[in-house]
Structures are given as structure tokens and as C-alpha cells.
């Protein structure tokens, strides 16, 4: 098991966020984590790079409790993570070269000539090769979503998490994202976990689709099966049938 | 009666315990920043590039109303002084009162609205942004990162900035004295080495260097604490401005009790 959740539970105040989520994602697997907007995607793949402390529960990540590793282990631990975020997260104030670099460096174990490297062969498997010099302001949403998961690979990580990658792009970039990611799974042989309410990318990229819903994985299977379940919750949602959800719910 | 005073008591209650909660997660956030520090690797080039975004960058403002202090602080010291007090005491008020509370003071608080909340809106809007969160998945500490550098670039470039300023607003009130009043050099540098004590320059510049910590610190606790979106960045930077400023003046009044 690569990523495991067992018993996770996160609240904000009074509003229960997860609820004692059991989830678990196989060695180079995709898992498309699908739910409505405010359902807690984004604060269940935060816990597992603990961007956000789970209350309760366990977080394993290649058989390390997340929740339990001192600073220095959990930065180890992140090396082997890349994370791309909703909005690409770059830092505006570097070039793309830079962002993707930042990793890198980190390190402390790659020389500049490797770094220079390394990202090159990085952004040109996301096709921004020739963009190194440009700022994030002077590149497009796609663009800079792209610059995000060069980023997020030049680490070479065993695990990309990827949070509502496709959100808010055209349907064209949309494909192009999707596309992506089949191709870093296949080329990196990464283990991913993709955030989106976006069902026809998570029937594209995905091994195996698990829904978020009051909480706790409603739901489990491959995009065939999900396609086929009669469960009004889960149909309502990906058919986008609000009378199902409504009529479920009362 | 006894219900009508409940409510503003209350109400007064629950901001002396905000303001309580607020000063431990300073104190917290202050902390974690320190324990930082033996993460040289990461924060040591940024403290030069910080030095010269936070420091060399606020001269021009830093000097400008160091100049026009010292001016004024010539011309009010003759206007009172007229009869009563040798002219050349003009010299010993301007220096004494340029290095040991306007110079440092007046700059801190210049310093306050530059630095302070530059460091609040820039790292406000990375939290919002989640930048700060891509640090942190990229396997920096943000502290290391981001507070760091800042807060020692500004404990060092805060007293460098007050010691330019102190000379500039003591230069603009020689030049006022020998051009407007009735006053020579020899006669203005008599005056300023009357009362002048090597201790004034290091009290000033101690002064200013907890000006420094206490803008930048704030700066960064107010940016880190930053949630929301574009408005919380804007209120994070106010409060950062406004607790810093406050907060220059308490320092400065704990100086002249403890120090003087």
C-alpha cells in the first residue's frame, strides 16, 4: 500500500470536514477523488502531505505515519511528493526557470549544470520548454498550470498530487492537462491522487474513482463501475442530477 | 442598570482576552522563527537580498524626513531659545534630540508603513495564494524561508538607516543654522558637542534595532496569519502597520526607562 487513510477525521470549528475517512491508493495507481465543492478534496490531499493536521486518525505514506514524523523526516518525505495546486501556487516574484528549480535546489545535492538540466527535460515534458525566462504574470493560467507539474516533477517524486488541476480551463487546455497526467503516470511511474469535480477527467486519467461525500468515501471503483452504480448520491453527481441528490438526501 | 453594564464589560472581556490569545501566538510564531535559525543553507543569501529591499530601498524616505526635522527642530530651538539661551545651545538640542528620539523614532515609524507592511501584503498574499504551502511541499521551511532573512535583515539595516538619518537630520539643521539664523559653524559644532555622550549613538541604534525586529516580526506574523483573499491581505497589512507603529512607541518609552 503506498497511501493509506485510516480513521481521518478534520474539523474547522463545529463544521466536520472528514469524518473518518478509510481510503487507499496502490502503487501506481490514479485515484480521481471526485465530490462537490466544499466536500473537503483539497483538505484530504492536504492531510496527506500534512499541509493541514489531521484531528484524528492515521496517514501513511510508503508505511510512515505522516502524523507522527519530526520536521526533518516529513521534508523527507515530501521529496518523494509533488504536489501541483488548484491555481499553480508559483512564486510570482521568479522566472519559471526558477519555480521548477526550487526543488531542485533544495536538495543541496545537484550540481547547477544537473539543475539546468533537469529542468529543461521537466518543462519540456510539460511542452513549456522556451518559457524559462518568462515570469508567471506573463504566461497564461494554462501555461502556469503547466509550470506547476514541471515543478511538481523535477524531484522525480514517487507520488503526484494533483488539486483540481483542470478547474477553471477551457476545454481544450483541459484535455492537454489530462493528457499530461496519463503521461507522467505512464513515463514517471508515479502513484497520483487527482482532485476534481471534473468527471469527464477523472473518467480520462483515472484508475479507479473514489467519491467524498458528508465526509467519508461514499464510493469506490473503476470509471466502468462507477458509470453503472445505482446509487442515487453517486449518480446524482456525476449525471449532475440535483432531484437524485435532493431525493437521496431527504 | 445591572444588565446595561454586562454587555460593555463583557465586550471589554473578550478583547483583553483576544489581545492575550494574540500576544501568545506571537509569542508562539516568534519562537518557531528562532528555532529557524540553524537553517543557514536556506535563509543565508536571502538576508543580503532582504538588506537591500527593506534597508538600502528606505533610505531616500528615511532621509527625507530626517533632513526636514532637523530644519524644523533648528528653527524652533532658536524660536524658543531667543534671549533667554546662547544661540549656540541650538546645536546641542539638535543633536541631542535628532539622535536620541527623532531619529530612530521618526524612522521606525517611516520604516513601520514601508517595511512593515510590505512584508505583511507579500507574504499575506502568498499565504493566499498558497504559495506558502508550495514551499513547504518543495521541503523548505517557510519560516527558514521567509522570516528569517527578513527579521535579521531588518535588525541590521534598521540602525544603519537611523545612523544615515541621525547624520542627515543633524546636517540639515547645521545648514539651517548658518544659512537662516545667526549662528556660525564653530558655533553650532560647540553646541552639538556640549551635551553630546558616545552612549547617545549606541542607545539610538539599539533602539533601532528593536524597532527593526519588532516591524519585521509583525510584518510576518500578520502576513502568515493572513486568511482569506484580497481583503484579509489589505486588513493583515493595516494591523501589521498599526501594531508596529504601537509598538515603537512602547519600545521607545521601555528604552528611556531602562537605558537612560
Known sequence: MSIELAGVSKAFGSKVVLDGIDLEVHDQETLAVIGASGSGKSVLLKTIVRLIEADAGRVSVDGQDVRSLSREHLHEL?????????????????????????????????????????????????????????????????????????????TRPKYLLYDEPTSGLDPVTTAVIDDLI?????????????????????????????????????YSGTPDEIRATDDPIVKGFIEGRPDLLQGAAA | ??????????????????????????????????????????????????????????LPIALFI??????????????????????????????????LELGPVLTGLALAGRVGANIAAEIGTMRVTEQIDALETLAYDPLSYLVVPRVLASIVMFPAVVAFANVVGVGGGWITSINLLDLSTPQFVRGLRLFFEPFDVQYSLIKAASFGFAVSSIGCFFGFTTQGGAEAVGKATTQAVVVSSMLILVLDAFWAVTLL
Do not use: C
Open chain 1, 78 to 154: 515530501r521529496r518523494q511528493i509533488g504536489y501541483v495546486f488548484q491555481f499553480a501556487a508559483l512564486f510570482d516574484s521568479m522566472t519559471v526557470f526558477d519555480n521548477v528549480a526550487m526543488g531542485l535546489r533544495r536538495s543541496g545535492e545537484m550540481t547547477d549544470a544537473s539543475i539546468r538540466q533537469r529542468v529543461a527535460e521537466s518543462l519540456l515534458l510539460v511542452e513549456m520548454d522556451g518559457y524559462e525566462s518568462r515570469l508567471p504574470a506573463e504566461i497564461s493560467g494554462g501555461q502556469r498550470k503547466r509550470v506547476g507539474l514541471a515543478r511538481a516533477i523535477a
Open chain 1, 182 to 218: 496519463l503521461r507522467m503516470a505512464r513515463e514517471l511511474s508515479v502513484t497520483s491522487v487527482v482532485v476534481t469535480h471534473d468527471m469527464q477527467s477523472a473518467y480520462r486519467v483515472a484508475n479507479r474513482i473514489a467519491m467524498l461525500y458528508s465526509g467519508l468515501i461514499r
Open chain 2, 1 to 58: 442598570m445591572r444588565r446595561a453594564l454586562e454587555a460593555p464589560v463583557a465586550a471589554v472581556g473578550r478583547k483583553a482576552l483576544g489581545l492575550t490569545a494574540g500576544f501568545g501566538r506571537f509569542g508562539a510564531f516568534v519562537l518557531s522563527a528562532g528555532r529557524a535559525l540553524p537553517d543557514v543553507g536556506v535563509w543565508g543569501r536571502l538576508v543580503i537580498i532582504q538588506m537591500a529591499r527593506l534597508g538600502v530601498a528606505s
Open chain 2, 66 to 99: 530626517a533632513g526636514f526635522t532637523g530644519i524644523v527642530l533648528a528653527l524652533q530651538a532658536s524660536y524658543t531659545f531667543t534671549g533667554a539661551v546662547p544661540l549656540y545651545f541650538v546645536g546641542a538640542l539638535v543633536g541631542k534630540t535628532m539622535i
